[in-house]
């Protein structure tokens, strides 16, 4: 969970020890940086790159904070770096006409280059130690990122693929435990969800899906919501529920199971003799 206003400071970001908090130190990560300076978090993402000699003196190279300030009229540019060919001249008429321009750019330089070493140095204090062989040598903070984001969007990837793996997967057929099919699916979902969105339409046929082996409540489950495209999960769940419910108070017949007997849970219990009906 990212820090609150108040919270808000260096100390407040976790170190990085694993997939396990890794959305939770990306997210703090920038939360934090964007409320220090939107500058840092610009050069971290690699959105603002260190300025290269322009081919030409026409236009001023904006600064970090320059670039990411909220009052500035270029705020929401984005500089990319133009670069020059290291035969070209620069003679001293022409750096003299453009001193302004030159000094503003030469200030861009050193701005970019303060705030890149305070964030390597912030990088390597907010990663476990396991982590200093991958980055060590790296002398540029948006290069670090990116070697540990890499190595945890791929490993991110191959988890969300085994979760909805094993979501899919679930089955509660005729005879099975509504409530515990009911709670292996939505931990399974919650775990899934911590990392990637689950569209409600995906949701829903999945979840019908599963409930192969029950036909008969598919069939009841929330009337309004046959379309998965605009199926109500909400209201798919607890039609579940309910129907769980009502299977628990109503009479055992031939085939079904009763969720609550002498014989314990799931026990089938034989139909009734004729004589009896």
Known sequence: MAPTTEELSLESIPKLRGMANYQDWLCTLQTVLNSKDRAYWGILSGEYQCPDKPSSWGAKVPTPREAFSPASSVFGWKYTPDRVSRETSWDNNEYEWNAPFKNHFDASVSEWKTMNIFLIGLLHSVVDESHESRILGLRNAP???????????????????????????????????????????????????????????????????????????????????????TANMMEVYSAFEHLALAEEKA?????????????????????PAEKDW
């Open 251 to 271: 009479p055992s017949v031939a085939g079904w199971v009763s969720p609550v007997s002498n014989r314990g849970w799931g026990s089938p219990i034989p139909a």
């Open 143 to 229: 290069d670090i990122f990116h070697v540990l984001k890499s190595h945890y969007e791929q490993e991110r990837a191959a988890v969300i693929l085994q979760l909805y793996q094993k979501l899919t997967s679930l089955r509660c057929s005729t005879g099975d435990n509504r409530y515990d099919f009911l709670v292996k699916w939505r931990r399974t979902l919650a775990d899934l969800k911590t990392l990637v969105d689950v569209p409600e339409w995906l949701e829903y046929n999945a979840f019908v899906t599963s409930l192969q082996g029950c036909a008969s409540n598919v069939a009841l489950l929330a009337p309004n919501n046959h379309n998965y495209l």
